[in-house]
């Protein structure tokens, strides 16, 4: 099993771990139960969800992000996912086509 942060280069880790100190990052790293890995997977899904779709993953409904993430998905394809499992996410991505 490949784990996804340590694939990240020195440089995005750092900046990863500066927002991760932030109110929202500490909301990843709470739900992470303070896996930093897991919590910088979740705040990258996080951002690309926001910057993407204007929406945060959190507004999403339940979804296993660590089910993904221990299956090895970048948090681009799981978000993909997990907006097709929702309902307004599905219609975001029918817009995007």
Known sequence: MTIWWDEQD??????I???LDTDRGRQCLSLA???RG????????D????????LSIFDLAD????????????PEAALLDALA???VGALL?????
């Open 10 to 15: 020195e440089q995005r880790q750092a900046k």
């Open 17 to 19: 771990n500066t927002v």
């Open 33 to 35: 139960r303070d896996d």
């Open 38 to 45: 897991f919590a910088a997977w979740l705040l990258v899904a």
């Open 47 to 54: 951002l690309t969800c926001r910057r993407r779709y204007g």
């Open 63 to 74: 979804w296993a992000w660590r089910v993904a993430y221990d299956d090895d998905q970048t």
């Open 85 to 87: 499992a929702d309902d």
């Open 93 to 97: 991505l029918g817009s995007q086509q």
